[in-house]
C-alpha cells in the first residue's frame, strides 16, 4: 500500500520498528523487492494533482486494496481486526475500480515501481531512502554542502548561499547525534518556501516525511557512524554526487569525484566524535527503528497501554 500510494519515507522506519515489535523479519531488501513488484498508482500530493478526499470520494483505501489483490500483489489471507481476512473484508465492501485519474489501473501507472526507493552507493552503503514518487527525472546530479545540523542549513538557506541545483547534506542528525532523529520539518519546508523545491535536493542521516526531494536515514557499513561523520563528507562540497532514483531496486547514490578506494580509506581514518558516549546500543538509520522505545507498551488485552518505566 504504501508502494502503490507513493506514502511517507517515515513508513519505513515505522514497518521496521512493527516488524521488531511482532518478531516478523523485515530489512530494507523487503522494501526493494515489494517497490520492484508494485507500481505507483495514486496521483494524490504532496507531489501529485489530487488529495485524500478525492481517493474518499472514488471508494476510499479499499479501491486499492482490492486492485492489488486482484493483482496477487497483497496477501488476502492476513487477519484482521474485525475477525475476517483481508480478502473477506474487500468481499464484504466490494468497492469499484480505480477510477483511472486519483488512483491510476495497474496497466497504466504513474510509475511502473513503487513510490520509495532504497539507494546504497559510496555515500549510502548500508542504504538510504528516498521518496522517488517526488522525482520528475531518474537522476539528480549536483554539488553537495554540507551542513552540521539543520539550523546551520537553514542560516545557509536565508543567505544565499544554497542554490539550484544544490544538494544539501545535513549531518548529526540521526537518532545519536540529533539526538532522536527528529523530523526535518523546517528545512524541508524552508526550502519549498524558497522557490527552490524542485531544484534543490535534501540529504540527511536524519528523518523527513517524503514531502520533500531527497534521500533520508543515510547509513554505512560502521553501524554507529554515517559516511557523513567521516572526512570524506567534509570535503564533500567540492564535489558532485549523483543520485538516480531509478525506478529499480537498488539504485545507486555516490560522490562522482572520490574514488572508491579514496572513499573506503577516509571512511577508515575518521574518528568517533568525543562528545558522544560509546554504546552498542545505537545501529544503523533505518534499521536503528526496531530499538524505538514508543512501541514498547506494557498490560494485556483490555486495559490501557502504559510504557514500562525504565
Same mark, same amino acid.
Given at each position: 500500500?504504501?508502494?502503490?500510494?507513493?506514502?511517507?519515507?517515515?513508513?519505513?522506519?515505522?514497518?521496521?520498528?512493527?516488524?521488531?515489535? @511482532?518478531?516478523?523479519?523485515?530489512?530494507?531488501?523487503?522494501?526493494?523487492?515489494?517497490?520492484?513488484?508494485?507500481?505507483?498508482?495514486?496521483?494524490?500530493?504532496?507531489?501529485?494533482?489530487?488529495?485524500?478526499?478525492?481517493?474518499?470520494?472514488?471508494?476510499?483505501?479499499?479501491?486499492?486494496?482490492?486492485?492489488?489483490?486482484?493483482?496477487?500483489?497483497?496477501?488476502?489471507?492476513?487477519?484482521?481486526?474485525?475477525? @475476517?481476512?483481508? /480478502?473477506?473484508?474487500?468481499?464484504?465492501? /466490494?468497492? +469499484?475500480?480505480?477510477?483511472?485519474?486519483?488512483? %491510476?489501473?495497474?496497466?497504466?501507472?504513474?510509475?511502473?515501481?513503487?513510490?520509495?526507493?532504497?539507494?546504497?552507493?559510496?555515500?549510502?552503503?548500508?542504504?538510504?531512502?528516498?521518496? $522517488? /514518487?517526488?522525482?520528475?527525472? =531518474?537522476?539528480?546530479?549536483?554539488?553537495?554542502?554540507?551542513?552540521?545540523?539543520? %539550523?546551520?542549513?537553514?542560516?545557509?538557506?536565508?543567505?544565499?548561499?544554497?542554490?539550484?541545483? =544544490?544538494?544539501?547534506?545535513?549531518? &548529526?542528525?540521526?537518532?545519536?547525534?540529533?539526538?532522536?532523529?527528529?523530523?526535518? *520539518?523546517?528545512?524541508?519546508?524552508?526550502?519549498?518556501? /524558497?522557490?527552490?523545491?524542485?531544484?534543490?535536493?535534501?540529504?540527511?542521516?536524519?528523518?523527513? $516525511?517524503?514531502?520533500?526531494?531527497?534521500?533520508?536515514?543515510?547509513? $554505512?557499513?560502521?553501524?554507529?557512524?554515517?559516511?557523513?561523520?567521516?572526512?570524506?563528507?567534509?570535503?564533500?562540497?567540492?564535489?558532485?554526487?549523483?543520485?538516480?532514483?531509478? &525506478?529499480?531496486?537498488?539504485?545507486?547514490?555516490? *560522490?562522482?569525484?572520490?574514488?572508491?578506494?579514496?572513499?573506503?580509506?577516509? %571512511?577508515?581514518?575518521?574518528?568517533?566524535?568525543?562528545?558522544?558516549? #560509546?554504546?552498542?546500543?545505537? #545501529?544503523?538509520?533505518?534499521?536503528?527503528?526496531? $530499538?524505538?522505545?514508543? *512501541?514498547?507498551?506494557?498490560?494485556? +488485552?483490555?486495559?490501557?497501554?502504559? %510504557?514500562?518505566?525504565?
Amino acid at each position: 500500500m504504501v508502494m502503490a500510494f507513493g506514502g511517507s519515507t517515515n513508513a519505513v522506519l515505522h514497518l521496521l520498528a512493527i516488524a521488531h515489535e @511482532a518478531d516478523v523479519a523485515l530489512t530494507l531488501d523487503d522494501f526493494s523487492r515489494i517497490g520492484s513488484k508494485v507500481p505507483h498508482l495514486a496521483d494524490v500530493k504532496p507531489f501529485g494533482r489530487h488529495v485524500m478526499s478525492h481517493v474518499d470520494h472514488i471508494g476510499g483505501v479499499p479501491v486499492m486494496m482490492k486492485a492489488l489483490l486482484d493483482a496477487g500483489l497483497l496477501r488476502g489471507d492476513c487477519l484482521t481486526v474485525t475477525g @475476517a481476512t483481508v /480478502a473477506e473484508n474487500l468481499a464484504e465492501i /466490494a468497492p +469499484p475500480d480505480p477510477d483511472g485519474k486519483v488512483l %491510476r489501473a495497474l496497466s497504466n501507472p504513474i510509475h511502473p515501481t513503487g513510490g520509495i526507493t532504497i539507494l546504497r552507493g559510496s555515500l549510502a552503503p548500508e542504504g538510504a531512502v528516498v521518496k $522517488s /514518487a517526488g522525482f520528475d527525472s =531518474d537522476v539528480f546530479e549536483g554539488t553537495a554542502r554540507v551542513f552540521d545540523g539543520e %539550523r546551520a542549513a537553514l542560516d545557509a538557506l536565508e543567505d544565499g548561499t544554497i542554490t539550484k541545483g =544544490d544538494a544539501v547534506v545535513i549531518r &548529526y542528525e540521526g537518532p545519536k547525534g540529533g539526538p532522536g532523529m527528529r523530523e526535518m *520539518l523546517a528545512i524541508t519546508g524552508a526550502i519549498k518556501g /524558497a522557490g527552490l523545491g524542485k531544484d534543490v535536493l535534501l540529504l540527511t542521516d536524519g528523518r523527513f $516525511s517524503g514531502g520533500r526531494r531527497g534521500c533520508a536515514s543515510v547509513t $554505512s557499513p560502521r553501524r554507529r557512524w554515517t559516511p557523513d561523520r567521516s572526512r570524506f563528507c567534509a570535503t564533500a562540497t567540492a564535489s558532485g554526487w549523483t543520485s538516480p532514483t531509478g &525506478y529499480s531496486t537498488c539504485s545507486p547514490i555516490r *560522490l562522482n569525484s572520490i574514488r572508491g578506494e579514496r572513499v573506503s580509506h577516509r %571512511r577508515r581514518r575518521a574518528t568517533r566524535p568525543g562528545c558522544w558516549p #560509546s554504546t552498542s546500543s545505537w #545501529s544503523a538509520r533505518p534499521p536503528s527503528a526496531q $530499538s524505538a522505545v514508543d *512501541l514498547r507498551l506494557t498490560g494485556s +488485552p483490555g486495559q490501557a497501554a502504559n %510504557r514500562p518505566v525504565p
